[in-house]
């Protein structure tokens, strides 16, 4: 069964840092092209990074430089490496595959 289980979310103040996991289940972070997304309240999803297949990355402007994506082959787990956080970043952050999402970790940053 094909699953992902966010974790590492947590109240940290503005310039801090926290690191999110992404455990994978039923396939392999290695061979697939997967993402972070996230939901401020009251807000639509918002596209945060993505991984290809290839090693290649992407950002949204508003957290290039401060975020950084990675994963785990042999661990088959997926990272999101979050510094320099500001307020705007409050969200719960979800990891994502095609159209599969986990549930979810909180993150919030207090001015």
């Known amino acids: 069964q094909v699953q992902l289980v966010e974790s590492g979310g947590g109240l940290v103040q503005a310039g801090g840092s926290l690191r999110l996991s992404c455990a994978a289940s039923?396939?392999?972070?290695?061979?697939?092209?997967l993402s972070w997304v996230r939901q401020a309240p009251g807000q639509t999803f918002q596209y945060v990074s993505t991984?290809?297949?290839?090693?290649?990355?992407t950002y949204v402007d508003s957290v290039k430089g401060r975020f950084t994506i990675s994963r785990d082959g042999a661990k088959n787990v997926l990272y999101l490496q979050m510094n320099n956080l500001k307020p705007e970043d409050t969200a719960v952050y979800y990891c994502?595959?095609?159209?599969?999402r986990g549930q979810g970790t909180q993150v919030t940053v207090s001015p």
């Open positions: 994502q595959r095609g159209n599969l």
């Open positions: 039923g396939f392999t972070v290695s061979t697939s092209t």
């Open positions: 991984i290809e297949i290839g090693g290649r990355t």
